[in-house]
């Protein structure tokens, strides 16, 4: 999946989708999406600025009137350093390499773009998810085991696993991937065969998961996902980095999955 890919998606896959179903006519979209950085795109001229080329971020600075960034920087003892560079005004030009006097590096001037056109230009992010959708939220990037979808993915997977063989092609491997999202009724492992990915206890399993972390957090945060109570002072940004996530639970959750449902309510591919 690409930038581009995504929001083609969005046009012509899920609105057009979405606006041929008679029960969903006047409803509304609830977008959730991931931290893949497919994800954080604009529209088809901005893409993803942490995606784009260094030139091309400068290009659409100059093309959206900004006259300056502000980039930070760590400066030993100092921290965190705030500076300014004007952004060059002749077409085609960009700023120096970041080792040089005057220069930004491209993660630099990609987080200027982001942050410049989320500030002044909102509407490019809302024709991205225009038509039918009205709230687009980010879920955080830290923790796989709370996103539902990762559970998704993961059910399918254990079964394109399971049905391995050297030298596939692409074509090859859809097949068994949406048989293991939708199930496969002749798969032998188990009575009823492979069942298909049961969404709502996938969601449930999530939470699940978001509470055990919430108990574990040694008695700073109490109570549950949908009630949480923080101590005055906590801070919001003191999570568990991606090293600390316990490894071997994708394996017990992928045992799980294959035993989820009872294919009532399977969805056809």
């Not at 600025?49 to 980039?71: C, W, Y």
């Not at 972390?213 to 109570?229: A, E, F």
């Amino acid at each position: 999946m690409t930038d581009s890919m995504f929001m083609e998606w969005l046009e012509h896959r899920l609105n057009p989708g979405y606006n041929t179903i008679p029960e969903f006519k006047g409803k509304r979209i609830i977008l959730i999406l991931d931290n893949a950085s497919y994800h954080h795109g604009f529209d088809a001229e901005v893409k993803v600025p942490e995606s784009n080329t260094k030139k091309h971020n400068v290009d659409l600075l100059r093309m959206f009137g900004a006259q300056s960034i502000r980039v930070k920087r760590k400066e030993g003892e100092q921290g965190v350093v705030e500076y300014n560079f004007e952004v060059p005004t002749e077409p085609g030009s960009s700023f120096p390499a970041g080792n040089r006097e005057g220069g930004v590096s491209r993660a630099g001037v990609a987080t200027a773009t982001r942050e410049y056109i989320h500030l002044n230009h909102p509407e490019r992010l809302e024709q991205r998810v225009g038509g039918v959708v009205e709230y687009n939220f980010e879920t955080p990037p830290y923790m796989p085991s709370f996103q539902p979808i990762e559970l998704f993915w993961q059910h399918g997977k254990q079964y394109v696993s399971l049905k391995f063989e050297l030298k596939r092609k692409m074509r090859e491997v859809w097949v068994p991937i949406r048989k293991g999202w939708y199930g496969d009724k002749e798969w032998p492992g188990q009575e009823g065969g492979w069942k298909a990915a049961n969404c709502s206890k996938l969601v449930d399993h999530a939470l699940r998961e978001m509470n055990k972390w919430v108990k574990d957090r040694d008695g700073v945060l109490s109570g549950t996902i949908g009630s949480l109570i923080k101590p005055d002072g906590y801070d919001t940004d003191d999570v568990l980095p991606v090293d600390d996530v316990e490894e071997g639970g994708g394996e017990e959750i992928q045992q799980e999955s294959a035993e989820r449902g009872d294919g009532s309510d399977e969805v056809e591919p």
